[in-house]
């Protein structure tokens, strides 16, 4: 038997390229994560760069004098939501984790009034059956407060540690400031130091990347921002009327969260709080969060289409094991990076997985 060398080589080098890809794309994580301050600050700079052009097309400034007047204003928007923020969010995960308690008896009320209504004998369900029921629901509910309660003591032992927010926040604004003042130097030096072909080269591909995943990204939190704006809107209206909305910014911020999501939505949220509402009489409540929930539908609808110019392509198949892969290695957080890997997977590998990816490695060449 002849074993051709040239087809292995060749299967070899386009396994090796893979895999190399694949790694390259993991250390960019980890590096972005471990400068996760700078990340901040380019991302930002990206979002206030065409105000920068806008204002120096208008008043004729000088690049620095219009970046230094977007920055004070930028900085002073982001300081004054940081600090109402924080404080806010403490308050309200303080009292919640006081009140974790009465909420977990509660809920335990809520199940057994539930399964006491259910007609066993009709059903012909055995005792021990149900018994089992209750105790794996009783068992669920304090998995779902231990979960609540690790969360907010995190969240508060993180934004109570204020030398590492100072760090943090201070770092961030003095890369954001050199980035919007000196952009075009940098630039420069980045042509400078490295070969004209990789800069070229580089250069193609992020912004290809950039156009998908930029373009991904920018109309995800357009449509999520909006939707948080008008939960936190409603939400605090809610509790200022004196419905039962004791945390409207941490339901907001949830709310926000799991709208981010690929395939999940608001309804995730507000559709099991307002049946639950109902069914422990507090019908006010769920009929104003399912009013809430309608109003936000129909803005999302109207605005979507204006905003998501195109489809990313990827099946929602793909996008759930992504959501599950990302929530298996880093957690919550992971169920949204996940799909953003996916997508960078897929604009690295486009040719590739036009191809047809195992076609591509291992079929001869004719």
Same mark, same amino acid.
Request: charged share 15%; hydrophobic share 55%.
């Given at each position: 038997m002849v074993i051709d060398m040239n087809y292995w080589g060749k299967?070899?080098?386009?396994?090796?390229?893979?895999?190399?890809?694949?790694?390259?794309?993991?250390?960019?994580?980890?590096?972005?994560?471990?400068?996760?301050?700078?990340? /901040?600050? *380019?991302?930002?700079?990206l979002v206030i760069e065409p105000? +920068?052009?806008?204002?120096?097309?208008? !008043? #004729? @400034?000088?690049?620095?004098?219009?970046?230094?007047?977007?920055?004070?204003?930028?900085?002073?928007?982001?300081?004054?939501?940081?600090?109402?923020?924080?404080?806010?969010?403490?308050?309200?995960?303080?009292k919640l984790l006081e009140n974790l308690n /009465?909420? *977990?008896?509660?809920?335990?009320?809520?199940?057994?009034? +539930?399964?006491?209504?259910?007609?066993? !004998? #009709? @059903?012909?369900i055995p005792e021990d059956v149900i018994t089992t029921i209750q105790t794996s629901a009783m068992e669920f509910v304090e998995v779902i407060i231990n979960f609540v309660k690790q969360w907010l003591t995190s969240i508060l032992s993180f934004l109570t540690?204020?030398?590492?927010?100072?760090?943090?926040?201070?770092?961030?604004?003095?890369?954001?400031?050199?980035?919007?003042?000196?952009?075009?130097?940098?630039?420069?030096?980045?042509?400078h130091h490295f070969p004209q072909q990789w800069v070229r080269t580089l250069g193609t591909h992020l912004r290809k990347l950039v156009k998908t995943l930029g373009?991904?990204?920018?109309?995800?939190?357009?449509?999520?921002?909006?939707?948080?704006?008008?939960?936190?809107?409603?939400?605090?209206?809610?509790?200022?009327?004196?419905?039962?909305?004791?945390?409207?910014?941490?339901?907001?911020l949830l709310i926000g969260f799991i709208d981010l999501l690929p395939i999940f939505g608001s309804g995730f949220v507000m559709l099991p709080w307002a049946i639950i509402s109902a069914f422990t009489g507090d019908i006010t409540l769920g009929v104003s969060i399912l009013i809430l929930w309608a109003i936000m539908s129909i803005v999302r609808?109207?605005?979507?289409?204006?905003?998501?110019?195109?489809?990313?392509?990827?099946?929602?198949?793909?996008?759930?094991?992504?959501?599950?892969t990302g929530y298996k290695f880093i957690g919550i957080l992971g169920m949204v990076i996940g799909p953003i890997v996916l997508?960078?997977?897929?604009n690295v590998f486009a040719t590739l997985i036009d191809k047809g990816v195992f076609k591509t490695i291992f079929e001869r060449q004719t």
């Amino acid at each position: 038997m002849v074993i051709d060398m040239n087809y292995w080589g060749k299967v070899f080098k386009n396994i090796i390229i893979v895999l190399l890809t694949i790694v390259g794309i993991y250390l960019a994580f980890k590096l972005a994560v471990f400068y996760m301050p700078f990340l /901040i600050a *380019f991302i930002l700079s990206l979002v206030i760069e065409p105000i +920068i052009k806008l204002i120096m097309k208008k !008043t #004729k @400034l000088k690049r620095k004098t219009s970046a230094i007047i977007v920055f004070g204003l930028a900085f002073a928007i982001i300081i004054g939501l940081i600090v109402w923020g924080t404080t806010t969010i403490i308050t309200e995960a303080s009292k919640l984790l006081e009140n974790l308690n /009465i909420y *977990f008896d509660k809920a335990v009320e809520f199940v057994e009034n +539930i399964i006491s209504k259910i007609d066993i !004998t #009709k @059903l012909n369900i055995p005792e021990d059956v149900i018994t089992t029921i209750q105790t794996s629901a009783m068992e669920f509910v304090e998995v779902i407060i231990n979960f609540v309660k690790q969360w907010l003591t995190s969240i508060l032992s993180f934004l109570t540690s204020i030398p590492t927010i100072g760090i943090y926040t201070a770092i961030t604004f003095l890369a954001l400031y050199f980035i919007c003042v000196d952009r075009i130097y940098m630039l420069d030096q980045l042509e400078h130091h490295f070969p004209q072909q990789w800069v070229r080269t580089l250069g193609t591909h992020l912004r290809k990347l950039v156009k998908t995943l930029g373009g991904y990204l920018k109309a995800e939190l357009i449509l999520v921002l909006i939707s948080f704006i008008i939960s936190l809107i409603g939400l605090y209206i809610f509790n200022i009327v004196g419905l039962n909305v004791p945390y409207p910014l941490i339901a907001a911020l949830l709310i926000g969260f799991i709208d981010l999501l690929p395939i999940f939505g608001s309804g995730f949220v507000m559709l099991p709080w307002a049946i639950i509402s109902a069914f422990t009489g507090d019908i006010t409540l769920g009929v104003s969060i399912l009013i809430l929930w309608a109003i936000m539908s129909i803005v999302r609808q109207f605005v979507e289409p204006k905003i998501v110019s195109g489809q990313i392509g990827i099946h929602p198949i793909f996008t759930l094991i992504a959501m599950y892969t990302g929530y298996k290695f880093i957690g919550i957080l992971g169920m949204v990076i996940g799909p953003i890997v996916l997508i960078i997977i897929k604009n690295v590998f486009a040719t590739l997985i036009d191809k047809g990816v195992f076609k591509t490695i291992f079929e001869r060449q004719t």
